[in-house]
């Protein structure tokens, strides 16, 4: 064969070979041309038990590594009561740490992004020398849900400026009892004014288009940050305003005050619902599938994910952490999608 054929043959291989390779490893649940729910079936297919069960747990940043992430594959990290890279921490720290992170998910088989989450509950209150606005007590007295969106979206673009793209709010719990100690995380006792202003979810998330979808889980883009409606349900309803304790109303007091900013939360694209640690005539919401799965998902069609509180499945036994084979059974079995945990030793 001439030397010129022997070229052009080798090219014209080399070219084949790259075009059988490119085409081998094309994953449709990379293409962002294909429509999501093909993507995900595309992704549930290739993945393996134990790769789900790993993007179902949430880890606190003290005990995850970019080893760590890619070793359990875990799906998410969490800055757990005030948990911070140093004290002080400049931005640049912690985009240097979540990235870090990342790196480690991006890594593994299938390069599964991980997503952080931080309680910027009232601005990005973790960090140092972020802006920090009133607590929801405070913002419901003002009457003004288009302040509040304002604040959400000032919210948003710092906790993007530290390279997190997931918070712990809004809560929308309705206090009934000033004697619970969380009342300040409540917009007011009047459902109406919870209801009104969940307007910071757009505020946090971006506004849905004009020809996007209500009730479909959105986030505008680089300037916005995934939301959480939070505690679901009867949180601020609790017996004599103990925390963590029984709400003890019917199905209607229920769903008429304490449900109704879920009802808007959910119409507004609401990404995520973190459930209560409370219960409800008895019944722990942890484990409550009635309500999770049987209203949440089913009646009032909430698409996005139902994550836990943290530690929250240790507490469906009493005393926590007594029996925690059962509390994952019953958990994820009621339709928490992910479980916020303290450290792998849970596991």
Not at 30 to 36: L, R, S, V
Not at 71 to 79: C, P, Q
Not at 266 to 278: C, L, N, R
């Amino acid at each position: 064969m001439a030397k010129g054929s022997l070229l052009a043959f080798g090219i014209a291989l080399f070219c084949f070979c790259a075009a059988m390779k490119a085409e081998a490893e094309y994953l449709p649940y990379k293409d962002p041309k294909q429509p999501i729910n093909t993507r995900i079936k595309d992704l549930l297919s290739r993945m393996t038990l134990e790769e789900k069960i790993g993007q179902m747990v949430q880890i606190d940043r003290s005990v995850a590594s970019g080893e760590i992430m890619k070793k359990y594959y875990i799906g998410s990290v969490l800055s757990g009561g005030g948990s911070v890279p140093a004290k002080q921490a400049s931005p640049e720290t912690w985009v240097d740490m979540v990235n870090d992170f990342q790196k480690g998910s991006l890594s593994t088989r299938l390069g599964i992004p991980m997503i952080y989450g931080i309680d910027a509950v009232h601005g990005h209150n973790t960090v140092y020398k972020a802006t920090v606005f009133p607590h929801n007590i405070g913002l419901g007295a003002t009457r003004d849900p288009a302040l509040v969106k304002k604040i959400g979206a000032a919210t948003a673009l710092e906790v993007r400026a530290t390279g997190i793209q997931y918070a712990f709010a809004p809560c929308i719990a309705v206090c009934r009892d000033p004697r619970w100690g969380r009342c300040y995380e409540s917009y007011s006792e009047d459902p109406k004014i919870v209801r009104a202003m969940t307007e910071i979810i757009p505020g946090l998330q971006g506004e849905i288009p004009s020809n996007g979808r209500l009730g479909v889980p959105y986030l505008a883009g680089q300037k916005n940050i995934a939301a959480c409606a939070k505690h679901f349900v009867g949180d601020g309803g609790t017996t004599e305003g103990i925390n963590e304790n029984n709400t003890v109303i019917s199905r209607h007091g229920l769903l008429s005050i304490h449900m109704t900013g879920y009802y808007n939360a959910i119409i507004k694209g609401v990404s995520t619902v973190m459930i209560s640690y409370s219960s409800w005539n008895g019944i722990k919401m942890h484990a409550n599938r009635e309500m999770i799965t049987g209203f949440l998902k089913n009646t009032l069609r909430f698409r996005g994910f139902v994550i836990s509180d943290w530690q929250g499945i240790d507490r469906i036994t009493s005393p926590p952490h007594a029996n925690y084979t059962y509390s994952i059974v019953a958990g994820v079995n009621a339709g928490i999608d992910m479980v916020s945990l303290i450290c792998l030793t849970n596991l």
